[in-house]
């Protein structure tokens, strides 16, 4: 029921930021969720992140500029695996 529950809440957060960005999301959330986005976000998404998702993000672009291989078979970073 747990691993139900965290994935629905998972769904619920990145559908409504596809909707409407951070912005959207802070209306629909808990207050509790909003607070520990506002004072712990900046623990998690820091600089050294923000350069590894980059990092990440520019492999993953020139991959699919180079390659004709099908995205559902893609290669996956070391670190996007392990968090898998």
């Known amino acids: 029921m747990a691993y139900y529950e965290c994935l629905h809440e998972l769904k619920l957060i990145v559908d409504l930021l596809h909707e409407g960005g951070i912005t959207k999301m802070h209306r629909f959330i808990s207050e509790t969720a909003k607070y520990g986005d506002?004072?712990?976000?900046?623990?998690?998404?820091?600089?050294?992140t923000?350069?590894?998702?980059?990092?990440?993000?520019?492999?993953?672009?020139?991959?699919?500029?180079?390659?004709s291989v099908d995205?559902?078979?893609?290669?996956?970073?070391?670190?996007?695996?392990?968090a898998v």
């Open 38 to 48: 506002l004072t712990r976000g900046p623990r998690v998404v820091n600089k050294a």
């Open 50 to 67: 923000k350069k590894e998702m980059k990092k990440i993000l520019t492999e993953n672009s020139r991959r699919q500029v180079c390659s």
């Open 71 to 82: 995205l559902g078979n893609q290669d996956r970073s070391p670190q996007v695996q392990q």
